[in-house]
């Protein structure tokens, strides 16, 4: 293996090579675009790994499918893609219960701005010498506001509306726990205070999920008209897929890392080449505990694939944690323990690709450079906004750690990430950008990924090894 120290360090299709892809949220998509340079300059990639959306990326990377991820219909090109990470549907229907009640509670006051209209309206007339006009008009306001106040009318009519807008909210937050509790892979008591019960976790990754699943699913089955299977059986279906096919063109191992949030520990989900796997999972770890932290998909983490998919796309206090059920024949005896995504992993990502035999490793991010002086922007207001801007200043400062830490342990790292950014991870939807004066959207991220990709590693990296190779020929 080449040691960092070599002065003559460069690119080589002979090094065993990885795709690191990290990153939340919308960073999928500018994954997407560097997968699709990556994937058009045919560069020679051997594993590929992912913490948080980069597992989504990963994993349709391994089987060849990542024009599912970059084509005009695919995952992040598609309409469908502004709605993931949406409300939970039981806080969206109770907000416009609440909202409706609200409106009713401000009825009452509508009278009032007629009133102001009509009371000017009435010194206009009696202005221009039309008094009995002016009179009339008044008399008749009078009348119309004692009959809208009488027992029968708005005193009665709004509380009943208030009460029934107020009673469809909590009717539907118990209806959403409900459902909630009912469609829960898996179950294990949880201590909870009556708002957590009601309103839990504000987020939702269930779309963005379902979509994955769905487009895993189209690749697996292929033109065979066949009706998707549960989950877990999805998952191993993808693993077998996998691992039938490994070592053939497109095909690539797979590495994906999650954290444990009872175990307070990470989760490695890897299915590795013969000539790596037993090496990978008998490395001792720093407690003893390898076999508790290591999941081999190609045997006894088999059923977990699709989990380890599940856990990477839910963010940590955003959304609730996937509960997953381990195997009763590895060191956990059938335990339910919640998996989330852990932002700073991107070291533990490294060490553990590292650990697979890889000798140079890409990296992608969509996290931008640390900001220099006079580079100052407008905050976020709304709870998406500001959550995002903390995720994404977390996740550029632990890149720049996890980078430097781990320069020992390759040949070379390659990083990839765009030199601007305004997308937070949680703007699917789009977002105003004050530096360009205009909005930016999530295809457009694609693009920028695949256009990086080529200005920052193809044509200065791949290309120039390439140029040096003819020449020394």
């Not at 693993?239 to 175990?263: I, T």
């Not at 508790?292 to 839910?314: C, K, P, T």
Request: hydrophobic share 45%.
């Amino acid at each position: 293996m080449i040691t960092p120290d070599s002065p003559d360090r460069q690119y080589s299709t002979r090094l065993r090579t990885a795709l690191v892809l990290t990153g939340s949220g919308t960073a999928g998509a500018y994954h997407a675009g560097v997968l699709r340079a990556l994937h058009e300059a045919g560069v020679r990639v051997d594993l590929v790994a992912g913490r948080g959306i980069g597992a989504a990326g990963a994993m349709f990377a391994a089987v060849d499918g990542g024009q599912r991820l970059w084509e005009k219909d695919g995952i992040w090109k598609s309409s469908a893609t502004a709605r993931a990470y949406g409300w939970r549907r039981p806080l969206r229907f109770t907000g416009a219960a609440l909202v409706a009640a609200a409106a009713f509670l401000c009825v009452p006051l509508v009278p009032v701005a007629f009133g102001v209209v009509a009371g000017i309206v009435g010194i206009l007339l009696t202005m221009a010498g039309l008094k009995d006009a002016s009179g009339a008009l008044t008399s008749a306001f009078a009348r119309w506001l004692d009959w809208l106040f009488s027992p029968d009318v708005l005193p009665t009519i709004i509380p009943r509306l208030v009460f029934a807008c107020v009673l469809v909210a909590v009717a539907t937050l118990a209806a959403g726990v409900a459902v909630d509790y009912l469609r829960q892979p898996a179950r294990r008591r949880v201590r909870r205070g009556a708002a957590g019960w009601f309103v839990g976790a504000p987020l939702t990754a269930d779309s963005l999920l379902d979509r994955c699943a769905t487009e895993l699913w189209n690749l697996i089955r292929g033109a065979a008209p066949l009706a998707a299977p549960a989950r877990r059986e999805l998952g191993r279906k993808y693993v077998e897929l996998l691992n039938e096919n490994l070592g053939q063109p497109g095909f690539r191992e797979l590495l994906v890392v999650v954290h444990d949030m009872d175990a307070r520990r990470d989760f490695v989900f890897a299915l590795l080449a013969d000539t790596e796997r037993a090496r990978f999972f008998a490395r001792p770890a720093p407690d003893g505990g390898r076999q508790a932290e290591a999941f081999d998909l190609a045997a006894i983490g088999r059923d977990h694939a699709f989990d380890a998919l599940a856990a990477s796309l839910r963010v940590p206090l955003a959304t609730d944690p996937q509960l997953v059920t381990l195997s009763a024949e590895g060191p956990w005896r059938g335990e339910t323990h919640r998996l989330c995504d852990r932002p700073g992993s991107v070291a533990r990502v490294l060490e553990e690709v590292a650990a697979a035999g890889v000798e140079q490793a890409i990296i992608v991010s969509a996290a931008p450079p640390a900001g220099r002086p006079h580079e100052l922007s407008s905050g976020r207001g709304d709870l998406r906004g500001r959550t995002g801007e903390m995720l994404a200043a977390h996740e550029t400062a632990v890149l720049r750690d996890a980078v430097g830490a781990c320069q020992g342990r390759f040949a070379a790292i390659y990083l990839i990430r765009p030199s601007h950014n305004p997308l937070g991870p949680l703007d699917f939807a789009g977002v105003y950008d004050e530096r360009s004066d205009r909005q930016h959207g999530v295809g457009e991220l694609v693009d920028r990924g695949y256009e990086d990709a080529y200005r920052q590693f193809i044509e200065p990296v791949v290309a120039a090894s390439g140029e040096r190779i003819q020449v020394q020929s």
